[in-house]
């Protein structure tokens, strides 16, 4: 049992503002109620009637015989709180309140709606909303919600549940679902999460038999903790999560004094969470419907290895395309496998695409024997075909959807996808043979794409955050400047050049000449984040120059900045060799820190070329972002390129990650850009670095 049962099972309801014509929001939630099939005791509350809709109504909740173990709020703004005063007194377990004119209103609508939970917590009674759509749960004919789906969807009784942070969008959800076959038995929408919100409701769906694949629609997370426990369970249960998050533009972060945080971003932080937990993110409300769909078949592939099978040679091509572009391997299949495809069609090309040809329009049963062949050879993992138009043609659709049925019986753990192009009636019964079907060859190999991406996320434990004991402490406050950054992080292992701070052109002069080489100048200030934009940088300057540039940079940097507090000028000598990194953590507000890496220096601002994980990584997780990003080829030898040492940057990546973890509460920024990886055991170097805490 979880508290969440008394809301999703209750026995016992009170339809608070019950009415008896069903054109208005309570007439609505109450008819949906009785005709659902509901078992347990209906309660209508209505101080003007004896009965409604046929049900014995009372005045008030105080006046109810017995227990009631839920309620339904569909009141006027004004009249909540007093309801809700009243279910306390009652004992009521849970409350679903439809009313809106709280928190969304402003100051005095969040005061309201504190005062709501207050007295909620005092009587150990839970809240669903206010402002939302309410929620049912099919499996136990309940349905608590007014919405105009009820018609839609009473008598399905489908394993999909769906969490929801907009009702009207919950809504399109499900009538959009249904046109593709699909139905959710359990639906909530938790509007301004008062109390119950979306990490809650996601766990109770991950600990739900009643449900096969959670989806969700997110526009924010209020729970961080919630939030990723909901998570965890689904990921500990082997339960798919496909969520459409929305907000993926960053024109409502403003970016901060930081690369990392405009790079990171709140909605690259959220695909860090989705990364972390195995949630795949759809983009569209196709997309999401079309992965949560192969998702509920429960057939997941063991790796990433497609045979694509067809009857026409540019749809193989076109296939290989997407695949690829899905990151599906496409292996050509190997000698022993070609010579049996071609015993099945001589004249077919056997490689992977396999071309069938039109051949198979006289044997249907071709389909069968080749798929049998590529999945007996334990040389692919999953398998797409494409049938088109010859789908329902009356002579082919029998012996070929037969045998295809074979097929999909023997090997029933393996996904199986197909292109149909015939009506629906012929499609389904592609369906029920056991395949997963869309006309759109890109959206069926996208599927088996996200199918391949949860069991990769759910054989990995969960990370945890290791012993961070040990780790510098950072205090709120504390001011930076770039000798102190790189300080700490010598700390920590992050090495960094050998350099001097100096005050004046002639110190500066000398300190070059010690060095005995090209070297950089920069300013060294704690206002002072991006020098480069100030003059505040010089690079391969010679030792005799040495005094002259730091001469005009002192002129540049006091024009630009007169009120800075500078701490001197650091002098560093001219790193040759090495790729350019960028490292950094980005400390959300409500997710927690999260680590960046991507290659270039400043040039990684125009790429984007970045990947962010959760904070703290460990060194193996880090070594898997290094390989993630696009340019990983320049680290690992690209066109005659000596090796980096990854090892060094996965190492560094790890302890910048333990470092911004243990100091979750105060670090804001840690930013090392550029961290210059050298050469394959030569280490790294950190040659500038922020800190913001």
């Not at 919100?197 to 991950?206: D, F, N, P, S, T």
């Not at 497609?306 to 997407?322: P, R």
């Amino acid at each position: 049992m979880t508290s969440l049962d008394i809301l999703l099972r209750p026995r016992s309801i009170a339809m608070i503002g019950a009415s008896g014509d069903v054109t208005r929001i309570g007439g609505r939630a109450m008819r949906h109620l009785k005709e659902v099939g509901f078992s347990g005791d209906i309660f209508p509350v209505n101080p003007g009637r004896d009965e409604v809709q046929g049900v014995k109504a009372y005045a008030s909740v105080d006046d109810i015989p017995g227990r009631v173990e839920c309620a339904v709020l569909a009141l006027p703004t004004g009249a909540v709180l007093p309801a809700i005063e009243a279910c306390a007194r009652k004992g009521v377990g849970a409350a679903v309140i439809f009313s809106a004119g709280f928190a969304e209103m402003g100051d005095e609508g969040v005061a309201l709606q504190q005062r709501m939970v207050d007295i909620a917590r005092g009587a150990g009674m839970r809240l669903l909303g206010p402002n939302c759509l309410g929620m049912y749960n099919l499996h136990a004919n309940s349905f608590l919600s007014f919405s105009g789906i009820f018609d839609d969807v009473k008598g399905t009784l489908g394993r999909l549940g769906l969490v929801s942070q907009s009702g009207g969008y919950a809504g399109e959800v499900v009538k959009s679902a249904q046109e593709v076959g699909l139905d959710f038995g359990v639906w909530i929408t938790t509007g301004n999460e008062a109390d119950i919100g979306l990490g809650e409701a996601m766990q109770y769906m991950a600990m739900s038999d009643d449900v096969d694949v959670v989806v969700g629609y997110i526009e924010g997370v209020r729970d961080r903790q919630a939030f990723f426990d909901g998570l965890a369970a689904a990921h500990a249960r082997r339960k798919p999560v496909v969520v459409l998050k929305v907000g993926r533009t960053e024109q409502g972060a403003k970016a901060a004094a930081s690369h990392t945080a405009s790079l990171a971003g709140s909605d690259g932080v959220y695909d860090a969470v989705f990364e972390r937990y195995g949630v795949y993110r759809a983009r569209t409300t196709e997309e999401m419907l079309d992965v949560a769909y192969a998702a509920s078949r429960g057939r997941f592939p063991t790796g990433r290895r497609l045979a694509i099978l067809t009857n026409s040679g540019g749809i193989g091509v076109q296939a290989a395309d997407f695949a690829a572009d899905e990151a599906l391997e496409v292996p050509s299949a190997s000698d022993g496998v070609q010579a049996k495809l071609m015993e099945i069609s001589p004249n077919g090309a056997p490689f992977n695409p396999i071309d069938l040809t039109g051949q198979v329009a006289n044997d249907p049963p071709m389909y069968a024997r080749a798929i049998d062949v590529v999945l007996a050879s334990g040389e692919f993992d999953t398998a797409y075909i494409n049938v088109g138009l010859i789908a329902g043609l009356p002579f082919i659709k029998r012996p070929l959807v037969d045998s295809l049925k074979t097929i999909a019986e023997r090997y029933a753990d393996v996904p199986l996808a197909a292109s149909v192009t015939a009506p629906a009636e012929t499609l389904a019964e592609y369906v029920e043979a056991g395949y997963l079907c869309y006309r759109e060859p890109a959206r069926a190999i996208k599927a088996l794409s996200a199918l391949a991406t949860f069991p990769e996320a759910w054989n990995k434990p969960l990370p945890g955050t290791g012993d961070l004991a040990g780790l510098p402490t950072i205090a709120t406050g504390t001011e930076f400047s770039e000798a102190a950054s790189k300080a700490l992080l010598a700390e920590i292992g992050v090495p960094s050049p050998a350099e001097h701070l100096v005050q004046d052109p002639a110190a500066a002069e000398a300190a070059a000449t010690s060095i005995g080489r090209k070297v950089a100048i920069k300013v060294v200030s704690p206002d002072i984040l991006h020098k480069t934009e100030i003059g505040g940088v010089a690079l391969n300057v010679a030792p005799e120059d040495a005094a002259a540039t730091l001469e005009t940079m002192i002129g540049k940097v006091t024009a630009a900045m007169p009120d800075a507090r500078i701490e001197g000028y650091l002098i560093s000598p001219m790193i040759t060799g090495g790729t350019e990194c960028i490292v950094g953590v980005h400390t959300d507000p409500l997710l927690g820190p999260v680590i960046m890496f991507g290659l270039g220096g400043v040039t990684v601002e125009l790429m984007k070329d970045v990947t962010t994980r959760l904070a703290p990584v460990s060194e193996d997780e880090a070594m898997e972002m290094i390989r993630s990003v696009r340019s990983y080829p320049l680290l690992d030898g690209f066109r005659g390129r000596a090796k980096a040492d990854v090892a060094a940057l996965a190492k560094a990546i790890s302890a910048l990650s333990r470092l911004a973890a243990a100091n979750a509460d105060t670090v804001r920024t840690i930013e090392v850009n550029p961290l210059l990886v050298l050469d394959e055991g030569e280490g790294v170097m950190a040659l500038d670095a922020v800190i913001e805490a």
